[in-house]
C-alpha cells in the first residue's frame, strides 16, 4: 500500500502546472514514502537471520544507486519527450516512474509472503526450519502473544545504541541526499553539456551498486557492521576532501573524486541499517528503532537540499565541507557505538544472575520451554543476557 500510494503520487506530480501544486504534490510524496524503507528494513528482519541481513538490505539499497546509474539515460531518454501529448519533459519522467512503481508494488502483494508461515513456497519442514533458524539467538521472536506496549517503543528510544545511530543517520542522510540530489549539478559545473552531464552521472552509482553489495557480503560473513561503516565513511572521506583540494581546472580529477565520494556515502546505509536491527530485539522495539533511527536520515534530506546553490559553483566548498564533517561524525559515531556494544555485552555477561533474576529468584536456572524463559525474553528484548549485541 506504501509503494503504491508513493506511485501513485509520484505519478499525479506530473500533471502540476504551478509552484504550489508542485509543493503540495511533494508533501503528500514524503507522507507516502516516508515509511517505506523502514517498514521493508523490518520485513526483512523478521525473514532473515542477524549474519544475513546487511546482504539482503545490500540488495534492496543497491537498487537506489542502480537507478542512480540509469537515472542519468533515463532523463537523457525522456529529454526526447518533451511536449509529446502536450506535457514537458519533466512530467514524462514522473509518469513513467509513478506508474512503474504502482505496478511493481501491486505484483509485490501477491508474490511477497506476509511471513514465513504463509509463504506458499515453503513446505511445513522448511518454515520449521526457518523459524528456529530466526529463533535461535532470539526466542522472542517466537512469542506469538506479543502485544503493544508504548513502554517497549521508550526501550527503544533511550537505548544508548539506538540514540547514536540515530545521530549517525542524520549525518549519513545529509551526505547520501545531497549526491542524489546534487551530483548532475556538481557535473555540470566541471564543464559539461547538459546531455553529457546526464551520461556522466551513471558511472559513480554503478560503482556504489558494485560496493554496497561488496560490503554487504563481507559484513554478513565477517560479522562486521562496525568495519564496513568505518571504512565506507573513511573512503567517502577521502572523495569529498580531493574534490575540495583539486583545482576546478583538474575536472577529470574531480569527477574522478565522485567514485570515492558517492560508493562511500551510499555503502554507509545497508550496515547502518542492519546495525539498529540487529540490536534491538521485540517486534516493537525492533521497528521503532528502525523508524526512529532512519527518520533523522530524511531530516538529513531536508538539510542537503541547501548544500548546492549554483552561486558555489565550481567548487561548493560549503557543501563538501558539510559533507567532511558528516563523513568524520559518522566515522566517530561508529566507533562510539562500537565501544558501547562491546561493554554492554561485558556488562550483561557479569550480571547475568542479577537481570534474570526477577524471572529465577531461586537461581536454579530457567527452563527453555518454561513460560519464564519466554516472558524473559520478551519483557527484556536485546538487554537480555544471551543476546549478544553485533559489531
Not at 505519478?11 to 504550489?20: H, L, S, V
Request: glycine content about 8%; overall charge positive.
Amino acid at each position: 500500500m506504501i509503494s503504491c500510494a508513493w506511485g501513485l503520487v509520484t505519478f499525479c506530480q506530473g500533471f502540476t502546472t504551478n509552484f504550489g501544486g508542485l509543493v503540495v504534490a511533494r508533501l503528500f510524496m514524503g507522507l507516502a514514502e516516508g515509511g517505506l524503507y523502514p517498514a521493508i528494513l523490518l520485513y526483512l528482519s523478521h525473514s532473515y537471520s542477524r549474519d544475513q541481513l546487511q546482504m539482503r538490505i545490500a540488495i534492496f539499497y543497491s537498487s537506489a544507486s542502480l537507478s542512480g546509474s540509469f537515472s542519468g539515460l533515463l532523463a537523457y531518454a525522456i529529454l526526447h519527450l518533451h511536449e509529446t501529448w502536450g506535457k514537458p519533459a519533466w512530467a514524462w519522467l514522473f509518469f513513467i516512474e509513478g506508474a512503474a512503481t504502482m505496478l511493481f508494488a501491486t505484483m509485490a502483494a501477491f508474490i511477497f509472503p506476509a511471513s514465513i508461515n504463509t509463504n506458499r513456497l515453503l513446505n511445513d519442514k522448511e518454515k520449521q526450519i526457518l523459524t528456529a533458524r530466526l529463533a535461535r539467538k532470539a526466542p522472542s521472536t517466537l512469542d506469538p502473544n506479543e502485544k503493544f506496549k508504548f513502554s517497549e517503543v521508550l526501550e527503544a528510544i533511550k537505548s544508548p545504541h539506538v540514540i547514536i545511530l540515530t545521530i549517525t543517520q542524520f549525518m549519513s542522510g545529509t551526505a547520501a541526499y545531497s549526491v542524489t540530489y546534487f551530483t548532475p549539478t556538481i557535473v555540470h559545473s566541471l564543464g559539461y553539456s547538459p546531455s553529457r552531464t546526464q551520461l556522466m552521472t551513471s558511472p559513480p552509482f554503478a560503482v556504489a551498486f558494485v560496493v554496497m553489495l561488496a560490503g554487504g557480503y563481507f559484513s554478513d560473513r565477517c560479522h562486521a557492521r562496525a568495519l564496513t561503516a568505518g571504512v565506507s565513511a573513511a573512503v567517502a572521506f577521502v572523495g569529498f576532501m580531493l574534490f575540495l583540494l583539486l583545482d576546478p581546472s583538474q575536472t577529470h580529477a574531480k569527477y574522478g573524486s565522485l567514485f570515492l565520494a558517492i560508493p562511500g556515502v551510499f555503502s554507509l546505509i545497508p550496515p547502518i541499517g542492519a546495525w539498529a536491527a540487529n540490536n534491538s530485539d521485540g517486534h516493537y522495539r525492533r521497528a521503532t528503532a528502525i523508524a526512529f533511527s532512519y527518520s533523522t536520515s530524511t531530516v538529513g534530506g531536508i538539510l542537503s537540499t541547501w548544500l548546492f546553490p549554483h552561486s558555489q559553483a565550481p567548487r561548493y566548498r560549503p557543501g563538501i565541507i558539510v559533507n567532511l564533517v558528516c563523513c568524520a561524525g559518522i566515522l566517530l559515531g561508529v566507533t562510539v557505538n562500537y565501544a558501547w556494544l562491546r561493554y554492554a555485552n561485558h556488562y550483561k555477561s557479569t550480571h547475568r544472575s542479577r537481570i534474570l533474576e526477577p524471572y529465577d529468584p531461586d537461581g536454579h536456572g530457567l527452563d527453555p520451554n518454561s513460560p519464564e524463559h519466554l516472558r524473559a525474553w520478551t519483557e527484556l528484548g536485546d538487554k537480555h543476557p544471551d543476546f549478544k549485541y553485533v559489531y
